[in-house]
C-alpha cells in the first residue's frame, strides 16, 4: 500500500492547481458542460456504467463481466435519481463528431452533508436506497450493497464539504480533456461559494495524476470497503483567492 499522510481540512498544503492546458481550451470549444435533465436520465446511467467497468471497484462489485455490462446502468439509477433530486449531475456533451451531440461522461455530486447516508437522511431513505441498489444489482446485490454502506460509513461529517460520488468518460473518450472540463466546472462553483470537496479515488495512479493536478490531496488513510479493492480518500480545499 503506497505511503499517504493525512491532511486536515484547514492544513492543507499550498494548492498545486495548474490553468487548462491548450488541448482542454480547444476542447470548450467543441464540448459543452451542463446540469442534466430527467430526461438524460437513461444517457448518464450508461455513460457512467462505460465509464466504471474497468474500474477495481466495479469489477468487484460485479465480477462477471455480462453481469456487469447489464447490470451497472441499473446500478447508477437510484444515485444519478436521488442526485437530481437532492444534489447535481453534471454532464460533458460533444457538439462534433460523428455521434453529434452525444453525452461522453457525467459527474454525480451531492450538496454539503446531504449525501446518502447523511444525517439529513432518515434511516427510512438510507434504507430505501439500499433496496433500490440491491434490486438493480442482481445476483451481485450483496457484496455491491455492502461496499457502498462501507463507503458511507467511511464518509466524513464534517466540516459541511460537496461529495463527488461519481465521474466518468466514456472509454472512447478518455484522453481528450472531458473529464478535465468537468471537474473545472464543479471546481469553479466550489471555490465560488467556498466550499471544499470530498471523493474516494478508486486507483492510486489517479491520485497522483488526475485528482492531484485539480487540486485534490490525501484526506485520510486509503481503506478496503467491504474486503473490496482498496479506495482513497481525498480532499480539496475550496480556492477562496478566485
Not at 478518455?174 to 479515488?201: F, H, I, N, T, V
Request: net charge negative; glycine share 6%; charged share 20%.
Amino acid at each position: 500500500m503506497p505511503q499517504t499522510s493525512t491532511f486536515t481540512p484547514n492544513g492543507s498544503p499550498p494548492s498545486q492547481r495548474k490553468g487548462p492546458n491548450a488541448m482542454e481550451s480547444q476542447l470548450k470549444n467543441r464540448a459543452t458542460v451542463r446540469f442534466a435533465a430527467h430526461t438524460d436520465m437513461e444517457a448518464v446511467c450508461s455513460a457512467l456504467a462505460a465509464g466504471f467497468d474497468d474500474d477495481p471497484l466495479f469489477q468487484y462489485m460485479f465480477p462477471s463481466e455480462e453481469r456487469r455490462r447489464l447490470n451497472l446502468p441499473r446500478f447508477f439509477a437510484p444515485y444519478v435519481r436521488l442526485a437530481l433530486a437532492c444534489g447535481k449531475v453534471r454532464v460533458i456533451q460533444a457538439v462534433d463528431g460523428d455521434d453529434g451531440a452525444s453525452i461522453c461522461g457525467a459527474a454525480v455530486t451531492f450538496e454539503p452533508e446531504f449525501y446518502p447516508g447523511s444525517l439529513r437522511h432518515s434511516h427510512a431513505s438510507a434504507a430505501e436506497l439500499d433496496e433500490q441498489v440491491y434490486e438493480a444489482s442482481g445476483v451481485d446485490a450483496l457484496t455491491a450493497v455492502a461496499a457502498m454502506d462501507a463507503l458511507t460509513a467511511h464518509h466524513p461529517k464534517a466540516p459541511p464539504h460537496q461529495y463527488l460520488l461519481f465521474i466518468a468518460v466514456r472509454p472512447e473518450r478518455r484522453g481528450c480533456g472531458y473529464g478535465a472540463l468537468l471537474m473545472q466546472s464543479m471546481a469553479a462553483e466550489w471555490d465560488a461559494a467556498g466550499q471544499p470537496g470530498y471523493l474516494e479515488a478508486t486507483t492510486d495512479r489517479s491520485t497522483t495524476g488526475f485528482y492531484h493536478r485539480h487540486g485534490w490531496q490525501p484526506f485520510a488513510a486509503p481503506f478496503n470497503p467491504a474486503n473490496a479493492p482498496v479506495v482513497f480518500p481525498l480532499w480539496r480545499n475550496a480556492d477562496v483567492r478566485l
